[in-house]
DNA sequence: CTAATAATTTAGTCTGGCATAAATTTTTCT
DNA sequence: AGAAAAATTTATGCCAGACTAAATTATTAG
């Protein structure tokens, strides 16, 4: 059977859907059968059979026609897939030198074959980091993670100085285009404008004083941290 | 499909499939169905249903009741996998700190799921390798290996020095006790006694003179270049 | 409040990869 | 050579996980 030539697992694809669920849950709310096809680029007929198995194997409970939640299990494993993606995105750039926009795609396929002892001596070989490298916060071993209280560029005032903290690793154009900026997590910068009606905001680096136009979009996916202080 | 999340590969199975047949081939001659089927514990009748499809895509030659043999396509890709394999094994041991009885579980899970590039990054952090942990020569990139030209313990003559080179990765058991007796690849030693009927050889270490008994099926399994060299 | 639209579920089908049981072919032994 | 034994293949069936088409339920608009 294929989930027991996996280690202490689920198959690759209720990995994903827990995966794809949590993620609609925490971000969303309800998730409902057609917000997951979306998700995993799946039928919604296909869904609807596997929320049943998986309903059945409670991993979550399930509301015909309403939509799907996780149950206590259901997160568990949800979230340590998450940590292992995200141990697993952080070793690859780390130690393997992968560019921070390719290592999604690598992480997806290795975080349903590693075991909990490997995943383990890379967080430790890494110090037992907090953040992945586009500064999404790693579960523990146990299941607690962070939830940190960012606010997209958009929303940062103009004046105020603020740190970026976190992008989707979803679009690896999109972080291609960001590292060229000279953006990466933990780098400080001060709006210095923002347009209205879905404009561009207008960044300064606090190191290197250079400016920098945003378009609203991508600006909107750029997770921030409000440095609390003001700018003469 | 599930071959398209796979990166540049087949199916699993169709994995373990080359990889037992090229096993089979360079180590006995013909790959018959039983012989699969033994080799990967599955029965043999799903064996001729797998033979037939990689048959039809070109992976094999099929003759009906002979066996079996690997096609260039198939032996390319059955290298891959050998490669692929004992570079993960080479670096779980050396990088991750993996013991060498335990990496061939998680190499047979990765090996499936690793992308090209990855390996390849692995291999240059080596620097490499042309042995595994198990001293296994590693196929290069472009699918050359190494052939080394060893004998087993059991065929060593008495009062002639050997290295032992090779041993199986497979029964992680018997690496656990080869390694507690210090036996390692490039460890040297002098066969002292041999008893006949299958009987346990005696060697004495070269570094630090001490004597173990080594019973005849272990000895098998211990894979050794002789040193041309006579000790008085 | 009913009709139209949208979302979801049911029904039925397909494929890969495995299994068992029965039929077939090859090998071996007398 | 002919019969028994062993190996292999064919015939069938199962399961997970995907699909399409049709039926059902919810939601929205007139």
Redesign the pocket.
């Known amino acids: ?3 027991d030539s996996r280690p202490a697992g ?5 990995e ?2 827990l995966k794809a669920i949590y993620w609609l849950e925490s971000s969303g709310g309800a998730a ?4 997951i ?1 979306a998700a ?14 998986l309903s059945e194997s409670g991993l979550l409970e ?6 799907v939640q996780l149950t206590r299990a259901g997160r568990r494993a949800a979230l340590r897939m998450v940590r292992r993606h995200r141990i697993l995105e952080t070793y690859l750039t780390s130690k393997l030198g992968c560019d921070w926009d390719s290592v999604h795609e690598e992480a997806e396929r290795l975080e349903h074959a590693v075991s909990d002892e490997l995943i383990e001596r890379m967080a430790i070989a890494l110090g037992n980091p907090r953040y992945d490298p586009h500064g999404a916060p790693i579960p523990t071993a146990e299941g607690e993670i962070e939830e940190p209280d960012l606010v997209s560029m958009t929303e940062v005032p103009v004046g105020i100085i603020a740190e970026l903290r976190m992008v989707s690793d979803k679009d690896s154009e999109r972080l291609r285009y960001v590292a060229s900026l000279g953006l990466r997590p933990g780098v400080a910068f001060e709006v210095t404008a923002r347009q209205p009606f879905r404009g561009p905001v207008t960044i300064r680096f606090v190191r290197g004083r250079k400016e920098q136009v945003i378009g609203h979009e991508l600006a909107q996916a750029l997770q921030c941290m409000i440095v609390q202080r003001e700018v003469g």
Chains 1, 2 share one sequence.
């Open positions: 059977m294929i989930a689920y198959s690759k694809s209720t994903d859907y409902q059968t057609g917000d096809a995993l680029d799946i039928a919604p007929p296909s869904v609807s059979g596997m929320v049943k198995r399930h509301v015909p026609y309403r939509g």
